[in-house]
């Protein structure tokens, strides 16, 4: 059984239907990038899967969460427990340390002092800045501060890792370190990862890549064709 699965999913706001019936599989440890020109629903669907939105109509599954039967409160616990979150801004709070911002996850969950700084100190290992812990968002690069973002996202251990154009303000070197690391999040603990993504050059990093057009999945591309027909792939998604 797949690890996500939407069946005719559709997402009005007011009249306007920003998804219009989407159909998706993704397999619990793949590494999915999301496609498509600006509008064409890619964060409204990312939004759903991630509990931050809910479903206008159809079904929608994540793991054990139907997410279409939720209520608002049960959303927030199904975030809470399961889900992590990248975005393009980093939304790092300026006057904490970045381990206190990598800790704010774990004070939701009720964990104790001791524990959360254990934890906190773990993820800034995985994205390389256990020795900035005491610095401010300020203090840092772009980069850094992304690479913050992500430790706060994996604090928790959350079995899926929701990205939306989480290298946009970066250059391409550090966009291949943010790179590096979603691979290995993905290689090394198993984590489910989907990326919403303009930059295509980057889609050589998933197993597979869907496409998104006017609220509607119309094609997902397999392992084969993403990594030994890049190019190939890149100037056809260019121009359709």
């Known amino acids: 059984m797949s ?32 496609i498509g020109p600006s509008g064409s629903g890619k964060t409204t669907l990312l939004s759903l899967i991630g509990g931050l939105d ?44 970045v381990l206190e911002n990598v800790e704010l996850p774990l004070i939701a969950k009720g964990i104790g002092s001791i524990e959360r700084r254990k934890l906190a100190l773990e993820a800034l290992e995985m ?23 992500i430790a706060r996202a994996i604090v928790a251990k959350p079995r899926l890792l929701l990205a939306d154009e989480p290298t946009g303000n970066l250059d391409s070197k550090t966009a291949a370190v943010i790179m590096d690391i979603f691979r290995k999040l993905n290689r090394e603990l198993g984590m489910t990862i989907i990326m919403v993504t303009h930059n295509l050059e ?30 190939i792939l890149i100037r056809e998604l260019m121009t359709a």
């Open 3 to 34: 690890f996500i699965e939407a069946r005719d999913v559709w997402k009005y706001y007011g009249d306007y239907p920003a998804l219009r019936g989407i159909n998706l599989e993704i397999n619990e440890g793949e590494f999915r990038c999301i």
């Open 54 to 97: 809910g479903v206008s109509r159809g079904y929608l599954r994540v793991g054990p969460y139907e997410l279409h039967r939720l209520s608002n409160t049960e959303l927030d616990r199904y975030r809470n427990e399961f889900v992590g979150f990248v975005f393009q801004l980093f939304y790092l709070i300026p006057r904490m340390t």
């Open 127 to 149: 994205v390389g800045l256990r020795d900035k812990a005491r610095k401010r968002p300020s203090e840092l690069s772009g980069g850094e501060q992304q690479r913050v973002a």
């Open 202 to 231: 980057l889609i050589g990093n998933c197993h597979r890549v869907s496409r998104i057009s006017d609220g509607v999945i119309t094609r997902t591309y397999d392992v084969p064709q993403v990594r030994e027909n890049l190019d």
